[in-house]
Nanobody, 124 residues
Framework: QVQLVEYGGGPVQPGGSLRLSCAAS????????MAWFRQTPGKEREGISCVRVSDGHTYYADSVKGRFTISTDNAKNTVYLQMNSLAPEDTAVYFCAAEGPCGSGLMPADFGSWGQGTQVTVSS
């Protein structure tokens, strides 16, 4: 199983940017798809982006397309989520996940490894 730790959350003003990092240990990322989910209280965990490490295939949910960019540094076993043009509705706990498929309709149940989550708060 892959161990995942997220970094980079925090407060940010509307229109601002943040970069989340997810460091993986235990196994190489080469065999996995990595994904980012987010969750707000009372709502289901939403899959927002994923990357298939082997070939670089990416997916973005409509809610973040054009604003967020997922990338990997295979040498550092790390996946990033660059978030630009942040809005209050992006406020959530963001989770990194691994060991799942990358495509439309990201489902939490499909992923076997999870980080602990990092809070992102977009507010003026």
């Amino acid at each position: 199983q892959v161990q995942l730790v997220e970094y980079g959350g925090g407060p940010v003003q509307p229109g601002g940017s943040l970069r989340l990092s997810c460091a993986a240990s235990g196994e190489s990322l080469d065999y996995y798809a990595m994904a980012w989910f987010r969750q707000t209280p009372g709502k289901e965990r939403e899959g927002i982006s994923c990357v298939r490490v082997s070939d670089g295939h990416t997916y973005y949910a409509d809610s973040v397309k054009g604003r967020f960019t997922i990338s990997t540094d295979n040498a550092k076993n790390t996946v990033y989520l660059q978030m630009n043009s942040l809005a209050p509705e992006d406020t959530a706990v963001y989770f990194c996940a691994a060991e799942g498929p990358c495509g439309s309709g990201l489902m939490p149940a499909d992923f076997g490894s999870w980080g602990q989550g990092t809070q992102v708060t977009v507010s003026s």
